[in-house]
């Protein structure tokens, strides 16, 4: 289950008041009016801007009442405090059967806590493997078993292993805990993490498996700022959780263990000068690497210059010291704040058509305002599918989700990819009637990777496709196959190989008979990329400042007219680069909203429509059919690599009872949660995947009815309990 806090997804000013309720006489209450429930919802996740203190360990007994005949003068020691109050000491102690220097094998726990080492089963021996024969087995293996703290209130079951370096427990050992207030495991470590000894045992290093678990951000404690960043830069959030003992280095990391700690939900809180808070914009990302967690931002343009906040947004068990927001300050530089972006696409249109009417497609936030590029720009909310493909990774796919896509030729796995991007604009918006006279694809280039540089006479083209193909967004019921490199639809199983749906007539889409026209629509000069932007600049200092991204325009207007009239199915463009390098490009997911492709139009007649969201979240339309009905309207959040979303998805939302139920009992809309992250967090939703049952007839969360999570929703039978009408 992915437990992330709705409010931490991609950037919304407040959903509540940019969906337009009033259009279905269903308006929802202002946001002031809701300010107490929206924090009766957030109350589980506690405000925490300074460091933790570290626990108190000066009660810990430094002296043995009796110990074993050791063999080594360099017995090693450390301890282990279990839970959360005074008592529960356990010392270990590493000793070398065969003498100092022959290499620690034997392994004393005080497994009954009574300062004794020689009682019965309190040691462990593992003979040493001969590196010769055993080259990649791990030396040593103590399997300590379950440990009860003097009062009985938590079990630790310790397995450590001893490998990779000689006479160091490292990478991978387990402890698991379990106690009344909620149970954890640590472990793996990460191999550049050593348990700490100490040749004396009233200086040992003190473990301490309770209290507080601390996040770090970039090295940082709560309350710590994090410096100065730049909009239009990314800027790197490397996560650890650290669970602190006596000492600050004594500490067992969690991400990626078993642990109460789930990945973390990282994100920057926007404030106003005066203070208040404006939006919340998520990092994206999620690397796991070395017991830490890696996400990064791009820093939207919308972003005011001044003091805001990262909050670290970590869910714990109750013994780890439960939910919490650890906040790090930050200060937000922006010089070009509330200046119009020059959109080439829109300027050449202008240019070529002064008289016509202009409008700018783009998958737009809930805010039409602030997802503008400018003042004036004519935006109109359409929907937007973009995937890209990778050469040689038919498994690959970014279904829609990722917020860049790559055109070119991209360094991976020690050698270079080819690269294309696919990319298609809903036309309704555009009145039927309506005469197109100029079409403009703008695509935005960004500077995120070393790999990433497109060289002199490169150039973005754009081709016509002749085959349909999906993006694989998640769907109503079940995942759909995936386009990738091989086929516009196919399905990855695993080493076994990769069963044909629809294959390209030629790998990449590049069959001009089948899947794409021979000749280019448009093409931009894209190359060089990234300028320096002091010409002077040596082209080996990586510090030197190059441009952070760019906007290019690309000619598809004769594609456009026959899109619009029905001559020529829209099955969008395939973006391919000419010429020498790779570009990122910002998708429709991208989170600094003018920077998501565009497509712009000049035409002749009507205002344009406006487009609601995608089908399956329209959520003004199901609440207005919820009322109609007067049944509760069901709300389902979900997250795009949420991988019990698409349990759930495969297994109970594709049952026929489920379905039923859904259709009949309740009037079901699912929302994106990282469209719908403000609106979310107001009704309480904590972790996706997750319904709410709302009362279309009350305003917002006083309508709420219920809240059903994760656990049940991947239970048919507790589901369809949940969904039943009562009280």
Request: glycine residues 10%; aromatic residues 8%.
């Amino acid at each position: 289950m992915t437990y992330q806090r709705a409010s931490l997804f991609l950037p919304v000013r407040s959903s509540l008041r940019s969906v337009p309720w009033g259009a279905v006489c269903l308006a929802l209450a202002a946001a002031s009016a809701w300010s107490a429930r929206a924090t009766e919802a957030q109350e589980d996740f506690r405000r925490i801007d300074a460091p933790v203190p570290l626990v108190d360990t000066s009660w810990v007994p430094r002296e043995l009442k009796k110990a074993p005949p050791f063999k080594s003068a360099n017995v090693r020691y450390n301890l282990w405090v279990l839970g959360e109050g005074r008592g529960s000491a356990m010392v270990l102690a590493w000793d070398e059967s065969g003498g100092a220097g022959t290499g620690y094998d034997t392994l004393y726990a005080d497994k009954n806590l009574n300062g004794d080492l020689t009682d019965e089963g309190e040691a462990f021996f593992c003979e040493n493997y001969d590196k010769a024969k055993h080259a990649n087995r791990l030396r040593e293996n103590y399997d300590l078993g379950a440990v009860k703290s003097a009062d009985g209130s938590c079990t630790a079951t310790f397995k450590l292993k001893a490998g990779y370096k000689d006479d160091c427990i490292e990478y991978p050992f387990e402890i698991s805990v379990a106690s009344a207030r909620g149970n954890f495991g640590v472990g793996p470590l990460p191999g550049n993490l050593n348990l700490a000894w100490s040749n004396d045992l009233k200086t040992a290093p003190v473990y301490v498996l309770g209290g507080e678990a601390m996040p770090e951000v970039n090295g940082k404690k709560p309350g710590e700022s994090l410096g100065t960043w730049t909009a239009g830069l990314t800027y790197d959030a490397w996560y650890t959780v650290k669970l602190y003992g006596g000492d600050a280095e004594t500490h067992l990391r969690f991400i990626g263990a078993k642990a109460g700690i789930a990945s973390p939900a990282t994100f920057l809180r926007v404030k106003d000068g005066q203070g208040a808070v404006v939006e919340e914009i998520a990092f994206v990302g999620g690397c796991v690497c070395g017991g830490g967690y890696g996400q990064h931002l791009m820093i939207p343009s919308r972003v005011p210059p001044g003091r805001h906040e990262v909050v670290a947004r970590t869910r714990r068990t109750p013994n780890l010291g439960g939910n919490a927001d650890f906040i790090f300050p930050v200060t937000v530089e922006n010089p070009g704040y509330g200046k119009p972006l020059v959109d080439p696409a829109l300027a050449a249109l202008k240019a070529q058509f002064p008289s016509a009417r202009l409008v700018a497609l783009r998958r737009a936030g809930p805010d039409l305002k602030l997802s503008q590029a400018a003042p004036d720009e004519p935006l109109a909310s359409a929907v937007v599918g973009d995937t890209y493909l990778i050469e040689d990774s038919p498994s690959y796919s970014d279904e829609g989700h990722d917020q860049r896509m790559v055109v070119g030729s991209m360094q991976g796995d020690g050698r270079r990819h080819l690269t294309h991007a696919l990319l298609r604009f809903d036309l309704s918006a555009l009145p039927r009637d309506a005469r197109i006279l100029g079409a403009q694809l703008r695509v935005t280039m960004l500077q995120t990777s070393q790999y990433a540089e497109l060289k002199d006479g490169a150039a973005l083209e754009a081709y016509a496709m002749r085959r349909a193909w999906i993006e694989a967004r998640r769907g109503p019921v079940a995942t759909v196959p995936a386009t990738n490199w091989h086929g516009p639809e196919l399905i990855y199983t695993g080493p076994q190989g990769n069963p044909p749906v629809v294959r390209w007539g030629k790998p990449g889409a590049e069959d001009t008979e089948a899947d794409r026209f021979p000749e280019p629509l448009g093409a931009a000069t894209a190359g060089p990329f990234p300028r320096f932007l002091e010409p002077a600049a040596n082209p080996k200092d990586p510090k030197a400042p190059r441009e952070p991204w760019r906007m290019v325009a690309i000619e598809l207007t004769a594609a456009a007219k026959q899109w619009h009239a029905g001559t020529l199915p829209n099955h969008g463009v395939l973006l391919k680069l000419n010429g020498a390098g790779a570009v990122y490009l910002c998708a429709s997911e991208f989170p600094d909203y003018p920077f998501r492709p565009t497509l712009v139009l000049a035409y002749e007649g009507g205002e344009p429509l406006r487009v609601p969201d995608a089908p399956e979240e329209n959520l003004v339309l199901a609440r207005k059919l919820a009322a109609e009905r007067r049944v509760p309207l069901a709300v389902e959040f979900y997250g795009k690599r949420c991988g019990a979303c698409k349990r759930a998805d495969e297994t109970t939302f594709a049952d026929e009872a489920v379905k039923k139920a859904l259709r009949e009992q309740v009037q079901f809309v699912r929302l994106d949660i990282q469209d719908y992250a403000q609106l979310a967090q107001d009704l309480g939703v904590a972790a996706t995947p997750a319904l709410v049952l709302l009362d279309a007839l009350k305003d917002g969360p006083a309508g709420k009815q219920k809240l059903i999570e994760g656990a049940t929703i991947l239970d048919k039978n507790a589901l369809l309990a949940a969904l039943k009408p009562g009280p």
